[in-house]
């Protein structure tokens, strides 16, 4: 199994400054990493596919980077919208997907 | 606009089988192109995927290790939605249970549309 070590589990960030959020996989999974949005009550919303590619609707504040191992999610003018739990997913060691264990980014 | 609607019960007794169901609109449980996941989160673990449905000329099936030996997943083509049913249920069961489909992006997938959520508590 690929395991997800998502850093750091906090994140304290205040509106209109830069947050980049890191994901490491235990082996590689080439670029095939998911990054998810999800607020209290609420379903994952898909960001990034593909370690780098915005989904349907999703600013262009948010921009994911990396392959392999390592990889980072940016997001370059944090919006009051935009805290939130973030989770990477690896989907590259089909069919078992697993998840980073998540980061909290919140309001400094 | 794809959309998930799940429904089920949100509480199960121990030992008891635990169903759930997803109604598909704006798509096909036959499409060749997604397939029909159920996700379980939890504190304790996080953001578990359990399995899939998926249809390529015929109907195929993924499990997770930590739950095969449980969990059965059926489409439903007459009415386009997929079901999950746990059986043998514990306490460690107790999760919010979501169902989303994955997209299929050089024959790999990502969940990109995913159902509300379906509270469940095992407990007697």
């Known amino acids: 199994e690929i395991v997800m070590t998502q850093s750091p589990a906090t994140l304290s960030v205040s509106p209109g400054e830069r947050a980049t959020l890191s994901c490491r996989a235990s082996q590689s999974v080439s670029s095939n990493l998911a990054w998810y949005q999800q607020k209290p009550g609420q379903a994952p919303r898909l960001l990034i596919y593909?370690?780098?590619t915005r989904a349907t609707g999703i600013p262009a504040r948010f921009s994911g980077s990396g392959s392999g191992t390592e990889f980072t999610l940016t997001i370059s003018s944090l919006q009051s919208e935009d805290f939130a739990v973030y989770y990477c997913?690896?989907?590259?060691?089909?069919?078992?997907?697993?998840f980073g264990q998540g980061t909290k980014l919140e309001i400094k | 606009q794809v959309q998930l609607q799940q429904s089920g019960p949100g509480l199960v007794k121990p030992s008891q089988t635990l169903s759930l169901t997803c109604a598909i609109s704006g798509d096909s449980v036959s499409s060749n192109s997604a397939a029909w996941n159920w996700i379980r989160q939890s504190p304790s673990r996080g953001l578990e995927w359990l399995g899939r449905t998926y249809y390529r000329s015929k109907w195929y099936n993924d499990y997770a290790v930590s739950v095969k030996s449980r969990i059965t997943i059926n489409p439903d083509t007459s009415k386009n939605q997929f079901s999950l049913q746990l059986n043998s249920v514990t306490p460690e069961d107790t999760a919010v249970y979501y169902c989303a489909r994955g997209w299929n992006y050089a024959d790999l997938y990502y969940m990109d549309v995913w159902g509300k959520g379906t509270t469940v508590t095992v407990s007697s």
């Open positions: 997913q690896q989907y590259n060691n089909w069919p078992l997907y697993t």
């Open positions: 593909g370690a780098s």
